[in-house]
């Protein structure tokens, strides 16, 4: 029994070469070595967040241009429907109110994605994430990374400084939730050593992730759904052909 319940404890804890190995804090005073490996794993996650908003701000480019066109679309077909069908007056002004309220998620949705240009910043998360890439090849594969000094650390250091500082906009916290529940090995000091409190924590943050991430979506929907229930209910249920 004892022998059982010890494998089973070993199977619930994280093996040690699982985790990150420099998960030292950064505040104490570290070999070269060590200081590479924790300047190492900040690339990391920096280009993989870079990456990941690169990725996120297209798609939202592409999703905003849908949901215009969606919403377009519907506001032509609800000016065809009285040519179609014979509506009465309350069944008119119900189409009326609902090319408004499609024309105003249309203004607002060309709005916000004018403001924000989210194609810009796909393109320019996407060159800082290939810059990041190249000081992280550097420092993995690079001949002065097999044998670091204070001075070494320094240069890589400050190169990375550099980099980050080229983007003028920040990264959103969608971005750095993403890469730490895909790389939660990386976050040693956020997740349970024990596997099902591991696991439960990441469920947790991948719920957060895409409830964040795709939240922006919902009221465009939301305003699709009940205006085509509203019209199918009330307009088109008891029309007949012109």
Request: net charge positive.
């Given at each position: ?121 796909s393109q320019v998360f996407q060159r800082n994430g290939e810059k ?45 939730l993403a890469v730490r529940v895909g790389k939660s090995h990386l ?56």
């Amino acid at each position: 029994m004892s022998g059982w319940i010890e494998k089973t404890r070993q199977w619930m804890l994280i093996k040690p070469e699982d985790q990150f190995r420099a998960d030292q804090p950064t505040h104490l005073p570290q070999d070269a070595t060590h200081q590479l490996n924790r300047l190492r794993r900040k690339v990391e996650i920096s280009r993989d967040i870079r990456m990941h908003a690169s990725r996120r701000c297209y798609s939202r480019h592409r999703a905003s241009i849908y949901i215009i066109s969606t919403l377009s679309t519907g506001v032509i077909l609800l000016s065809l429907i009285p040519n179609i069908y014979s509506i009465d007056e309350s069944g008119k002004q119900i189409l009326l109110s609902s090319s408004i309220v499609f024309s105003i998620f249309i203004i607002f949705t060309s709005a916000i994605d004018a403001m924000t240009n989210h194609f810009f910043h796909s393109q320019v998360f996407q060159r800082n994430g290939e810059k990041l890439a190249t000081i992280l090849y550097d420092l993995n594969f690079g001949p002065k990374a097999y044998a670091p000094s204070p001075q070494i650390v320094k240069d890589y250091a400050i190169r990375y400084e550099r980099v980050v500082q080229d983007v003028p906009f920040n990264h959103s916290y969608v971005d750095f939730l993403a890469v730490r529940v895909g790389k939660s090995h990386l976050f040693p000091r956020r997740y349970s050593n024990y596997r099902p409190i591991r696991f439960f924590q990441r469920a947790r943050d991948r719920m957060t992730l895409y409830f964040r991430k795709f939240i922006w979506v919902l009221p465009s929907a939301a305003a699709t759904l009940i205006v085509g229930w509203v019209t199918w209910k009330f307009v088109l249920a008891g029309a007949g052909p012109v």
